[in-house]
Nanobody, 123 residues
Framework: QLQLVESGGGLVQPGGSLRLSCAASGFISDYYVIGWFRQAPGKEREGVSCFSSSDGSTYYADSVKGRFIISRDNAKNTLYLQMNSLKPDDTAVYYC????????????????WGQGIQVTVSS
């Protein structure tokens, strides 16, 4: 069983930056995907960025490419999402999620979820 705990959200002005952290504990298979989803009010949960352990590849949604960076600290079992040039459209609850196997943007395929953390981009 894997536990995920997010931190680092908050209120930021447009154009600002935030870094989200996801502390992982417990067990997952050697081949896994871990990443970030977000859900804005009235919208479906969407994949933002993820990392695949099978080949070290990363995925970014088109809406965040060039602005967000996913990274890991294996020693700390922590996943990060550096969010730069934030826009009001980035406002959402952000979730850390993980699954065994290959990557997918289908949220229903992820087995492990954090509690979610609010990110609000507003002046």
């Amino acid at each position: 069983q894997l536990q995920l705990v997010e931190s680092g959200g908050g209120l930021v002005q447009p154009g600002g930056s935030l870094r989200l952290s996801c502390a992982a504990s417990g067990f997952i298979s050697d081949y896994y995907v871990i990443g970030w989803f977000r859900q804005a009010p009235g919208k479906e949960r969407e994949g933002v960025s993820c990392f695949s352990s099978s080949d070290g590849s990363t995925y970014y949604a088109d809406s965040v490419k060039g602005r967000f960076i996913i990274s890991r600290d294996n020693a700390k079992n922590t996943l990060y999402l550096q969010m730069n040039s934030l826009k009001p459209d980035d406002t959402a609850v952000y979730y850390c999620a993980a699954r065994d196997g290959v990557w997918t943007t289908d949220a229903s395929q992820y087995d492990y979820w954090g509690q979610g953390i609010q990110v609000t981009v507003s002046s």
